[in-house]
């Protein structure tokens, strides 16, 4: 709460530690790899108040964690902020490689998502996530040119997403093999993904 965003950084001022950043609980779910959910306008009231306080203790930065593809919220937070701001963002560039995997080699993307379909009871465990294997369609009935499309899926993006680390110790070396041969078309894939998280921020900052 605002109350307790004031006690803590009185605690930290008092007890002499510097500081650059400081990330509240806001409210609503800040779920991995998707949009924000919940009261976007309810949650702006929160972002105003919590960064008067950082505006009035600090400067310091508001920290948005768990923060990738939450486009629905970077304009409301980069404008109570003014662009004081810490965006933690970087697993969806996972997602954003296995999008190429899906159009340059189907197979090997298939065989990692029938894998996610294995790792994904045990893998979800450390996450607050909504997702349901029985929302991603299997991807034997799918035909090649709508795999990449499963990325833009809630259910099996979210699947892909919390199953990265089993997925990697599985096919990272078959994964780095076709992302090397296909390097162009994955530094285009993850421009774009990146620029879209950046281009509110920098706006803000003009």
């Known amino acids: 709460s605002p109350a307790e965003h004031v006690f803590l950084a ?40 919590h960064a008067a306080i ?14 990738s593809d939450k486009f629905s919220v970077y304009g409301p937070f980069t404008e109570a902020t003014g662009g004081l701001a810490h965006l933690k963002t970087a697993g969806t560039s996972y997602l954003e490689a296995l ?17 996610g379909r294995v790792r994904f009871p045990m893998d979800k465990a450390s996450y607050h996530i909504s997702a349901e294997l029985e929302r991603v369609p299997e991807e034997r009935t799918l035909r090649d040119d709508e795999l990449p499309g499963l990325l833009d899926r809630f259910d099996a993006r979210q699947v892909l997403h919390v199953t990265v680390g089993s997925a990697l110790e599985a096919y990272g070396d078959a994964l780095q093999a076709e ?10 894939g993850l421009e774009r993904h990146f620029v879209k998280h950046v281009a509110p921020f920098a706006e803000a900052a003009r």
Do not use: M, T
């Open 179 to 188: 992302l090397r041969g296909h390097e162009a078309e994955h530094y285009a």
């Open 10 to 49: 009185l605690e930290l001022q008092r007890l002499g530690v510097r500081w650059v950043s400081l990330a509240p609980r806001f409210p609503g779910r800040f779920e991995k790899g998707v949009d924000y959910i919940g009261d976007v306008e309810a949650l702006a009231v929160e972002l105003r108040r």
């Open 54 to 67: 950082a505006r009035a203790l600090g400067p310091y930065k508001l920290s948005l964690h768990s923060g």
């Open 99 to 115: 999008r190429v995997i899906a159009g340059v080699a189907p197979e090997l993307f298939r065989e990692i998502l029938s894998f």
